[in-house]
């Protein structure tokens, strides 16, 4: 289960004219390098995409040089050592680009939300910039990244067909994968497993499906409500653009419970062995359908997620179930 660890990475509205833009510069450098990682991946069986994914590399390398010739004019020569990671607001991303099996569709989900977020980046940097240079250069950079959206429409319209585009391309549609359905998948995944230990613990210590049902209904519900208030307060939306962190919490929140209610219902039923057959079965369920979600949305290798799902949810049941025997 996931929870609140002292932070030490820096608000965004705490970042001077100097911090923000050696935190641009090096937000550009990556990310060219991200697309020029991609593009040469893609370069055998896309070539027009990877070409494509080159010109954005090379936009990318403008505006970083747009950004250094601002700086060194300003501030000189010595740029702060800042990065997204040292900032409050931005997400770890997870190395796609390095995957052994790259799919387009990862791709394409991918540059979405690079551009995405530094959209995102660049509105909330130019309304706390105060010299007007910067702060029209970063206005700049904003309507810049928001245009590439039209670079990865044309992923769309290269790669999925017309019917494909016409469901994938929509921003509503993605933002509500970024707001509901992966916090939701999130959720879903830590309160299937987080609770199985303490309700076949309580279960097999009493015997009792009434106690070992109001065990995992706490438990459910306490989980729901860490996980909730632990999305919420991970990312206010400002620079990722997930959107609000009260739709995120309750997306998290109440899938994390629905996810540990899932093996306390059975003891619903009032003979023991029956309840736990039929919570064990559950789990069973439970823990291959997180592995295929792991797998489907989140880009895991398969027999990895069985590994990290159903092993590791297996020795937490283990778990459970011999402490409520002791």
């Given at each position: 289960?996931?929870?609140?660890?002292?932070?030490?990475?820096?608000?965004?509205?705490?970042?001077?004219?100097?911090?923000?833009l050696s935190l641009?510069?090096?937000?550009?450098?990556?990310?060219?390098?991200?697309?020029?990682?991609l593009a040469t991946r893609l370069a055998d069986i896309y070539p027009g995409t990877a070409a494509l994914l080159e010109a954005m590399a090379a936009e990318e390398d403008d505006h970083r040089r747009r950004l250094l010739d601002l700086y060194v004019e300003r501030f000189g020569k010595r740029l702060v050592p800042i990065r997204r990671e040292h900032v409050r607001?931005?997400?770890?991303?997870?190395?796609?680009?390095?995957?052994?099996?790259?799919?387009?569709?990862?791709?394409?989900g991918q540059v979405w939300e690079m551009e995405e977020g530094a959209y995102s980046f660049y509105m909330e940097a130019a309304k706390q910039a105060n010299d007007v240079a910067i702060r029209k250069l970063?206005?700049?950079?904003?309507?810049?990244?928001?245009g590439h959206a039209a670079?990865?429409?044309?992923?769309?319209?290269?790669?999925?067909?017309?019917?494909?585009?016409?469901?994938?391309?929509?921003?509503?549609h993605r933002q509500f994968l970024l707001t509901y359905v992966q916090p939701g998948l999130a959720g879903l995944m830590d309160g299937s497993v987080s609770t199985l230990a303490p309700v076949f613990a309580a279960a097999f210590a009493t015997g009792d499906t009434h106690q070992t049902f109001l065990v995992?209904?706490?438990?459910?519900?306490?989980?729901?409500?860490?996980?909730?208030f632990t999305e919420a307060a991970s990312d206010d939306g400002k620079l990722t653009g997930r959107g609000s962190p009260v739709k995120r919490g309750f997306a998290a929140g109440i899938m994390t419970a629905v996810g540990g209610l899932g093996h306390a219902l059975p003891y619903l039923i009032h003979d023991f062995w029956t309840a736990t057959f039929i919570?064990?079965?559950?789990?069973l369920i439970e823990l291959w359908v997180i592995a295929y979600i792991q797998k489907r949305y989140m880009q895991t290798p398969f027999w990895r997620a069985v590994l990290q799902v159903v092993l590791g949810g297996a020795l937490v049941f283990a778990a459970g179930v011999l402490i409520g025997s002791a």
């Open positions: 289960m996931f929870t609140l660890w002292p932070d030490n990475r820096r608000a965004f509205d705490t970042l001077s004219e100097r911090e923000i641009a510069i090096a937000a550009e450098e990556e990310d060219g390098r991200i697309y020029s990682e607001g931005f997400l770890n991303r997870k190395p796609v680009w390095l995957l052994k099996t790259l799919t387009i569709e990862q791709v394409r970063l206005g700049d950079l904003a309507r810049t990244e928001r670079s990865a429409t044309k992923l769309d319209e290269k790669l999925l067909g017309e019917e494909g585009h016409d469901v994938e391309k929509d921003e509503a995992g209904l706490a438990a459910a519900v306490g989980a729901g409500i860490s996980m909730g919570a064990g079965v559950v789990v």
